[in-house]
């Protein structure tokens, strides 16, 4: 599994964007790149995941860059229940590995 | 469609005492992997089980076993409990052990080894 390294904490605004960066600098060509997120006590839920292409869906939107190095996360209209720990997931198992620290998201009113 | 259910919710042991965990997949999954999550080490894979059979393993001692059921349901057992065993076990399923699938967890099950 490639290696992620994600900023500890973020703040964001109720009601704007909230983007949350990833690298994943040794990636490989068949990894993908997955996100979940975690409120507290309770367990992870999917959000996203790609391969190559940006990616969106109901909750989220994944970019990527055109090297795959990299990518962010993208909460267009952050509420106060989007307040979670979140994790990037780099490999080729559906994500299923040891999650690392994550990024602690608080959306402040 | 029921989610991952997992049993009980909350356990409490003693040290030196063995414990079995209980995960059921939401229907038609055959892939259940287990975690576990202490507030010091984060959420660690323990292992994956696909087709009854034992697919990929993380770092923990043999004292952490599982299985799985011809009906995809899987139990976790970990025996001579230590007091580091104490946290929130939590398992995933997915529908088959492809790179391009979404994990569904459970809401773990906690427990105190006092």
């Known amino acids: 599994d490639a290696k992620t390294t994600q900023p500890p904490s973020m703040d964001c605004a109720e009601g704007r964007a909230a983007n949350l960066p990833c690298n994943h600098s040794t990636i490989s060509g068949n990894e993908y790149v997955y996100w979940y997120r975690q409120i507290h006590s309770q367990g992870p839920q999917y959000i996203i995941h790609?391969?190559?292409n940006n990616e969106t869906n109901e909750m989220a939107s994944l970019i990527i860059t055109e090297d795959r190095k990299s990518s962010t996360l993208i909460l267009p209209h952050a509420t106060l229940r989007d307040t979670a720990v979140y994790y990037c997931?780099?490999?080729?198992?559906?994500?299923?590995?040891?999650f690392g620290d994550g990024t602690t998201l608080t959306v402040k009113p | 469609k029921a989610g991952v259910t997992q049993t009980p919710r909350y356990l409490i042991k003693t040290r030196g005492q063995q414990v079995t965990l209980s995960c059921s997949p939401i229907?038609?999954?055959?892939?259940v992997s287990w975690y576990q999550q202490t507030p010091g080490q984060g959420l660690q894979f323990l292992f994956e089980?696909?087709?009854?059979?034992?697919?990929n393993k993380g770092n923990f001692p043999g004292r952490f076993s599982g299985r799985q059921f011809s009906n995809s349901r899987s139990e976790m057992n970990v025996s001579t409990l230590e007091l580091g065993d104490s946290a929130l076990y939590l398992c995933?399923?997915?529908?088959?052990?492809?790179?391009?699938?979404?994990?569904?967890f459970g809401s773990g099950t906690q427990l105190s080894v006092l």
């Open positions: 089980y696909f087709s009854e059979t034992q697919r």
């Open positions: 229907s038609g999954h055959r892939s």
């Open positions: 790609g391969l190559k």
């Open positions: 997931i780099v490999n080729t198992n559906a994500g299923k590995s040891t």
């Open positions: 995933a399923s997915s529908l088959e052990l492809r790179a391009n699938e979404k994990l569904f």
